[in-house]
Nanobody, 118 residues
Framework: QLRLVESGGGLVQPGGSLRLSCAASGIIFRAYRMAWYRQPPGKQREWVAN???????AYEDSVKGRFTISRDNAENTVDLQMDSLRPEDTAVYYCYAEHTLMPTQRYWGQGTQVTVSA
């Protein structure tokens, strides 16, 4: 049974850091492109960053230079290191997996809340 389980969310002050982690089970992790999305309060879900099987990363403009996505294919995990956090980064963050050859095979985690507030 496929599972994506996020952890690491919480409350942090502006300028602070958090590290989110997503643990995958039930899939051949190396076959999946991984990504993080977020859904701010009252807004639609939006893409944050993704990382290919080979480790190439891409970022949404507002998080470039502040967030870093990484993956460990041996541990089946994908992390999102978030630095210099801003109040507008407040959102529920979701882990996402998409098969590289069969993109209809896509999965979401349950989400983890990140709140940036003084």
């Amino acid at each position: 049974q496929l599972r994506l389980v996020e952890s690491g969310g919480g409350l942090v002050q502006p300028g602070g850091s958090l590290r989110l982690s997503c643990a995958a089970s039930g899939i051949i992790f190396r076959a999946y492109r991984m990504a993080w999305y977020r859904q701010p309060p009252g807004k639609q879900r939006e893409w944050v960053a993704n990382i290919t099987v080979g480790g190439s990363a891409a970022y949404e403009d507002s998080v470039k230079g502040r967030f870093t996505i990484s993956r460990d294919n041996a541990e089946n995990t994908v992390d999102l290191q978030m630095d210099s956090l801003r109040p507008e980064d407040t959102a529920v963050y979701y882990c996402y997996a998409e098969h590289t050859l069969m993109p209809t095979q896509r999965y979401w985690g349950q989400g983890t809340q990140v709140t940036v507030s003084a």
